[in-house]
């Protein structure tokens, strides 16, 4: 149901919506050098300054020959010269002749094909032709892109892949998102900071995501005074507030009312899912506070499904989502809430990508996330049958993502 403003005990599309919809935060933009940006997002389209490649080029170590004469039938060829990768303005090959040529080299302007190394015969400064490839193996200037042309657009996530195409289109610097300030505050008195599992878990999760700066505060234990006080800190100095335990009704639970005197907005208060239902997002000086229960397993997941979905759409990049194909039967008709289960992907025999599950997920036992790589979405009153198609939220470290 909805009060006003907040979302009270509603599914999880509902707090999604609610999430996506009333959270904003502009993060601002930045230049970095290209070699500077690694798991950054780009805030601006990069355009090629140049032809890629810049001029035709061997693909191959091989022997370089006039297309006529390979054409007409002739086989033994003398060897006249060799072109490098360094020479920018080779000399035309002769009829009749042929000119060794390493990998990257530049071939002349004109008619020319290579015959790999591996296809051909020296001997005396003369080479034979064995045979000839079915492709010619010359990289042709601008093939991979036109000097003006869109090489990466705004929102993309660079990994080592697209920093490497960035440098490669001649760019030597790139407007990326500032990182968004996650503060990850742990909360309880019986909590020993030298034990404390959250903690450490949720800020090594944070560090993998895209864009962000992911801090760990001191325990706050259970004081009233000291809970506002650390509010009000945390909301001057992050972007993103993330907070475990003390969302309960308990008599040691300050965590609502000290949000409630300092004025926040309670966007979401309680979502009809299993693991974390008692969680909570609030809204102080136009920060969001993700309130995740103090269960491991209810902690890391509501971070991962909710935290991490609306730093991704603040960054413009796409939610992560999938689908595949379930193994195994899951009955979820005996309850109103939404069921999260962690699984292991793979695929059958047809290619398609497959997720088993276990058979319930327990807010205490971490052991469950050992060789799985994602949740699964049971939705309410439903039975799941071995080859429907269920929704997939990958784990932060996977190394999958879906573009919807």
Not at 294 to 299: E, K, L, M, T
Request: glycine fraction near 8%; include cysteine.
């Amino acid at each position: 149901m909805e009060t006003g403003d907040t979302a009270v005990n509603v599914s999880v599309n509902q707090a999604l919506e609610f999430i996506l919809n009333r959270c904003f935060i502009n993060p601002g933009s930045e230049d970095l050098n290209a070699a500077e940006t690694l798991n950054r997002v780009l805030s601006s389209d990069i355009r090629a300054t140049r032809d890629v490649p810049r001029f035709d080029n061997s693909a191959m170590d091989g022997f370089l020959f006039l297309t006529e004469d390979l054409t007409h039938g002739r086989k033994t060829f003398h060897v006249a010269g060799e072109i490098r990768p360094e020479y920018r303005q080779p000399a035309p090959i002769e009829p009749g002749t042929s000119s060794r040529i390493m990998t990257g080299a530049p071939v002349p302007n004109g008619n020319y094909s290579v015959v790999p190394v591996e296809l051909v015969k020296e001997q005396n400064g003369s080479v034979t032709v064995l045979q000839i490839p079915a492709r010619n193996p010359i990289r042709q200037k601008g093939e991979g892109y036109r000097k003006g042309g869109t090489v990466l657009e705004k929102g993309a996530l660079i990994r080592p892949y697209e920093m490497g195409l960035i440098i490669e289109s001649g760019n030597k610097t790139c407007r990326v998102l500032k990182k968004l300030r996650l503060a990850i505050q742990v909360t309880g008195t019986e909590i020993d900071e030298n034990m404390d599992s959250n903690g450490p878990v949720l800020e090594a999760l944070a560090a993998s995501w895209p864009g962000v700066d992911a801090k760990r505060w001191p325990v706050l234990k259970d004081n009233p005074d000291a809970v506002t006080q650390r509010m009000e800190e945390l909301r001057e100095s992050a972007d993103i507030v993330i907070t475990t335990g003390g969302i309960s009704a308990g008599r040691y639970d300050y965590l609502p009312e000290s949000m409630k005197s300092l004025g926040a907005d309670v966007i979401v208060r309680k979502v009809r899912q299993k693991p974390g239902g008692p969680f909570t997002v609030t809204r102080l000086g136009g920060i969001p506070f993700f309130h995740l229960p103090g269960n491991p397993v209810s902690a890391v997941f509501t971070a991962e499904y909710y935290t991490r979905r609306l730093i991704r759409h603040l960054t413009g990049m796409k939610s992560g989502v999938g689908q595949a194909f379930i193994t195994n039967r899951i009955e979820n008709n005996r309850s109103a809430k939404t069921l999260f289960l962690t699984g292991n992907l793979g695929f059958d025999s047809e290619k398609r990508l497959t997720v088993t599950t276990e058979s319930n997920m327990h807010s205490h036992l971490m052991q469950l996330y050992k060789g799985n790589h994602a949740y699964v979405r049971i939705e309410p009153e439903t039975v799941v049958q071995p080859g429907d198609v269920v929704e997939i939220t990958p784990f932060s470290n996977t190394g999958i993502l879906f573009s919807d």
